[in-house]
């Protein structure tokens, strides 16, 4: 079967940290862009980093710049989302996306999707 699946959510208090994990199952990730992406409750889904094929060139919105860290393993077929200082807008649902056109400002055609991860952010 050909998936990705999202793990590594949870709730956690403001200024910690979580890394999420989204691993693929029945092909290849590393000829894929991967993206993540976040909707909160009653907004828009929402790009948040993209990490290249080729050379894994990254990409980060403004609003997790300088907080989260995107990056991958093709040994374990696995991309990461290490988030720091995490903030209470930060909650939302986390998914990960694959692209072979690579990383195009979170738009375009994915080829796969993953189910999500909750990521809450409270004290």
């Known amino acids: 079967q050909l998936q990705l699946v999202e793990s590594g959510g949870g709730l956690v208090q403001p200024g910690g940290s979580l890394r999420l994990s989204c691993a693929a199952s029945g092909f290849t990730l590393d000829y894929y862009a991967v993206d993540w992406f976040r909707q909160a409750p009653g907004k828009e889904r929402e790009g948040v980093s993209c990490?290249?094929?080729?050379?894994?060139?990254?990409y980060y919105a403004d609003s997790v710049k300088g907080r989260f860290t995107i990056s991958r393993d093709n040994a374990k077929n696995t991309v990461y989302l290490q988030m720091n200082s995490l903030k209470p807008e930060d909650t939302a649902i986390y998914y990960c996306?694959?692209?072979?056109?690579?990383?195009?400002?979170?738009?375009?055609?994915?080829?796969?999707w993953g189910q999500g991860t909750q990521v809450t952010v409270s004290s």
């Open positions: 990490i290249s094929s080729r050379d894994a060139s990254t």
């Open positions: 996306a694959a692209t072979s056109n690579g990383c195009s400002g979170y738009r375009g055609i994915f080829d796969y």
